[in-house]
T-cell receptor, first 114, second 109 residues
Framework: EPEVTQTPSHQVTQMGQEVILRCVPI?????FYWYRQILGQKVEFLVS????????KSEIFDDQFSVERPDGSNFTLKIRSTKLEDSAMYFC????????????FGPGTRLTVT | QKEVEQNSGPLSVPEGAIASLNCTYS??????FFWYRQYSGKSPELIMF????GDKEDGRFTAQLNKASQYVSLLIRDSQPSDSATYLC?????????FGQGTTLQVKP
């Protein structure tokens, strides 16, 4: 069964450093998403991406964040200058965009900013 | 502010019982409703979705939607210890999902 994959599974970085989180969505899906979950809190929407552009973003997704689909399979989230409060699990999800538009989540990347 | 509310629990049921999980949402424009299961330290796993009023059954799971009351529920029949997890209600409005806090379910052998 096809699934969303993410790398790395755990990333430790120092405050102020740039990080890139990588995702490979399910191959026939057209919509891609990033969510994050701070420990003990809700899953929060960050951004959605369709047809090589951002279709929606949340207030969390400020100028420090960017997304890119550099090739036909990868979808990346870049955080330019990490802050302590960026420490969270980051989940990539993908969906067909059809019907109820159910979204399937990857295993996540645990980002720890020290 | 669009909100999705769930009782955080824990909800404790004996093995073999029916577990009933509830969720309310604030935005009447919400289009689709989802239940995800999340084990500790893992990602959300889609269990069911529903978008029409009424019941939808899939194996041991039944989702119920009442748009007039802005209420979604999930019933788990014949609960098993492996069902012990946090159950996340999510609501779609436009493309994004808005999640509730989740209800922790404990199924005791």
């Amino acid at each position: 069964e096809p699934e969303v994959t993410q790398t790395p599974s755990h990333q430790v970085t120092q405050m102020g450093q740039e990080v890139i989180l990588r995702c490979v969505p399910i191959s026939n899906h057209l919509y891609f998403y990033w969510y994050r979950q701070i420990l003990g809190q809700k899953v929060e929407f960050l951004v959605s991406f369709y047809n090589n552009e951002i279709s929606e973003k949340s207030e969390i997704f400020d100028d420090q964040f960017s997304v890119e689909r550099p090739d036909g399979s990868n979808f990346t989230l870049k955080i330019r200058s990490t802050k302590l409060e960026d420490s969270a699990m980051y989940f990539c999800a993908s969906g067909t965009g059809q019907g109820p538009n159910e979204q399937y989540f990857g295993p996540g990347t645990r980002l720890t900013v020290t | 502010q669009k909100e999705v509310e769930q009782n955080s629990g824990p909800l404790s049921v004996p093995e073999g019982a029916i577990a009933s999980l509830n969720c309310t949402y604030s935005d009447r424009g919400s289009q689709s409703f989802f239940w995800y299961r999340q084990y500790s330290g893992k990602s959300p796993e889609l269990i069911m979705f529903i978008y029409s009023n009424g019941d939808k059954e899939d194996g041991r799971f039944t989702a119920q939607l009442n748009k007039a009351s802005q209420y979604v529920s999930l019933l788990i029949r014949d609960s098993q210890p492996s069902d012990s997890a946090t159950y996340l209600c999510a609501v779609r409005n436009t493309g994004k999902l808005i999640f509730g806090q989740g209800t922790t379910l404990q199924v005791k052998p």
